[in-house]
């Protein structure tokens, strides 16, 4: 088999309808070509400071304490995925995981099934 040198550029472009703030960094380190049109803040941690904020952190750890922590294998994201305390909804679209999972966690930590707020397509 030859191998070959390949000398080209790639460039990837993303349109974002809606991200999280502190993802931005990730796109620019790596030189994504974006557009955003509404970066978020963190719920909790945009909202709140002080022993507020800790009171907040406690209050919505102790409501996840009620849900499984794992689903079909899959850990429970607490506060979203990567932490990112995401309130964010679009309907008719699939619900980010990394939206607290309060809001749409399928089971509750004994194994039970419940009805979330808001509905998630696991994959």
């Known amino acids: 088999m030859n191998n070959k040198n390949w000398d ?6 993303a349109i974002i309808l809606v991200g ?5 960094n990730t796109f620019e380190s790596l030189k994504i070509d974006y557009c955003c049109f509404n970066w978020l803040k963190k719920g909790i941690a945009h909202n709140y400071a002080g022993a507020a904020l800790k009171k907040a952190y406690k209050d919505m750890l102790r409501l996840e304490s009620n849900l499984a922590s794992e689903d079909s294998g899959k850990p429970l994201p607490s506060l979203g995925r990567g932490r990112a305390e ?8 699939n619900l980010p995981n990394s939206v607290f999972p ?6 509750l930590y004994n194994g ?10 696991q994959n």
């Not at 995401?86 to 679209?93: F, I, S, T, W």
């Not at 039970?112 to 397509?121: C, K, V």
Request: avoid cysteine; charge should be positive.
């Open 8 to 13: 080209f550029e790639v460039s990837i472009r």
């Open 102 to 107: 309060v809001f749409w966690w399928p089971k």
């Open 20 to 24: 999280m703030e502190s993802t931005r």
């Open 86 to 93: 995401a309130l964010y909804y679009h309907e008719g679209g």
């Open 112 to 121: 039970d099934n419940r009805t979330p707020l808001l509905f998630r397509f």
